[in-house]
């Protein structure tokens, strides 16, 4: 029997017999790049509701329809962690994003920061990066990129029953740990290239469920930073243990 490999997220309900249309680039990548025809078998997920087998009924250049057969995989949701990262260049920002969604981070913030460079980012393309690597990871779940958020503000909104592993580099060398602080809902916050400011540093360290982490004795890349700390946290608080 065929085993299905291609694994495909999909905006739309999953359930036995449903039929699913496709869009024009997902039949590109299906009958064009991947070769798949009538009768092959794909892996889908939404978002939601776990992990699906289909069949291709219909496969055309510019469309083509799926016929949903049977789950193959419950819905698995990442712990309840967001990572704030302010964004760097544009390479080093799409491997933040997509190493943050194969870690599983729950939610993706760019934040700007007083030291930050870039001002801007492409949002419709950084979610399709956390799709992408959604769909080679083997995942079900997919994390909301969201827009530039400016981090003074998300601060005064901040929630507070969630705690902040707040990466700061001015702690190289010294030891923190995470463990003492307990579970429950966390975010992770990781700097930009020119790193925090005095002003910041000041105010993040004065915050009640603000928790000041080193993450070893070298100063990290930020891109870097963001894998070490998602591995810590995951292997201290999250769904690895
Ligand atoms: N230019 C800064 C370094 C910024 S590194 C300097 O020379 O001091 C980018 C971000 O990665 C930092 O803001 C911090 O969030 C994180 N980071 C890097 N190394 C770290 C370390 N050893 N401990 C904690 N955070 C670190």
Redesign the pocket.
Known sequence: MKTAKIRLYVEHPLGQGQTIPLSRDQAHYLFGVMRQGAGDLVLLFNGTGGEWRARVAEAGKRGGTLEVQEQTAPQRDPPDLWLLFAPIKKARTDFIVEKAAEMGAARIIPVQTEFTNSERIRQDRLQAHAVEAAEQCGGTYVPEVTDLQKLDTLLSDWPEDRQLMF???A??GAGATLRAAGGGAWAI????????SEAERARLSALPYAHP??????????DT?AVAALSVWQQALGDWA
Do not use: N
Request: proline content about 8%; hydrophobic content about 45%; charged content about 20%.
């Open positions: 990466c700061d580099e702690l190289a916050l990781i700097g930009p290239e020119g790193g925090f982490v080193s993450l070893g004795p070298r100063i990290l890349r930020a930073a």
